[in-house]
Nanobody
Framework: QVQLVESGGGLVQAGGSLRLSCAASGSIFSINAMGWYRQAPGNERELVAAISNGGRTYYGDSVKGRFTTFRDNAKNTLYLQMNSLKPEDTAMYYC?????????????????WGQGTQVTVSS
């Protein structure tokens, strides 16, 4: 099994920045890709950004040009740098890891989830 622990959420004003971190442990050899999902109240969980072991990345249309995800393999840690934050970015953010060959997967295909970290952007 893979354990994921997020940190770095909080309250920020619109236009500000936050960096989320996700530390992975356990059977990390089984991970092919990692990413960040978010879920706002009343909404489905959506994939925001993802990165494969080979470095391929995916970004949702709503965050392209503002968010960047990257990995520090020496630390087994995934990051999400969020710039130019907007109130509509407010959500619970979840770190996720999965096996298989795809960078983009539905939430049902995710193998491991973190506990989530709240991001709130005030206007």
């Amino acid at each position: 099994q893979v354990q994921l622990v997020e940190s770095g959420g909080g309250l920020v004003q619109a236009g500000g920045s936050l960096r989320l971190s996700c530390a992975a442990s356990g059977s990390i050899f089984s991970i092919n890709a990692m990413g960040w999902y978010r879920q706002a109240p009343g909404n489905e969980r959506e994939l925001v950004a993802a990165i494969s072991n080979g470095g391929r990345t995916y970004y949702g249309d709503s965050v392209k040009g503002r968010f960047t995800t990257f990995r520090d393999n020496a630390k087994n840690t995934l990051y999400l740098q969020m710039n130019s934050l907007k109130p509509e970015d407010t959500a619970m953010y979840y770190c996720a890891a999965w096996s298989g060959s795809r960078v983009v997967v539905t939430a049902s295909a995710v193998g491991s989830w973190g506990q989530g970290t709240q991001v709130t952007v005030s206007s």
